[in-house]
């Protein structure tokens, strides 16, 4: 199983970014997927999750209005659209894939994870 995530990076308060997810070694179409981003010193914090055929969608509340998690059964990925990014947004965020019929919000009920890509927001 690989899971392997790209595109954070340093941006601008307000700006924009667009986090990819690319996933391997299980049945992609079957499973949830979500982005969670922990920062330094807090606990791991769920952000979006997506359902296998990505009608479904949940966001954290500090994520909703802001962020679109989507993806691509075809290609095994997902994405997750940024914008109006805050300071508070800085963190490792990290995709997570889970099997089942009910959409996990826990990190405890994702079994694949990516080793997260950094996104500072910084003036």
């Known amino acids: 199983v690989q899971v392997v995530e790209s595109g954070g990076g340093l941006v601008q308060p307000g700006g924009s970014l667009r986090l990819s997810c690319a996933a391997s070694?299980?049945?992609?179409?079957?499973?949830?997927m979500a982005w969670f981003r922990q920062a330094p010193g807090k606990e791991r914090e769920f952000v979006a999750a997506?359902?296998?055929?990505?009608?479904?969608?949940r966001y954290s509340d500090s994520a909703k209005g802001r962020f679109t998690i989507s993806r691509d059964n075809a290609k095994n990925m997902v994405f997750l659209q940024m914008n109006s990014l805050k300071l508070e947004d800085s963190a490792v965020y990290s995709c997570?894939?889970?099997?089942?019929?009910?959409?996990?919000?826990?990190?405890?009920?994702?079994?694949?994870w990516g080793q997260g890509t950094q996104v500072t927001v910084s003036s």
């Open positions: 997506i359902g296998w055929s990505g009608i479904m969608t």
């Open positions: 070694g299980f049945t992609f179409r079957t499973h949830f």
């Open positions: 997570a894939g889970a099997p089942g019929i009910i959409m996990p919000v826990e990190f405890t009920g994702y079994y694949y």
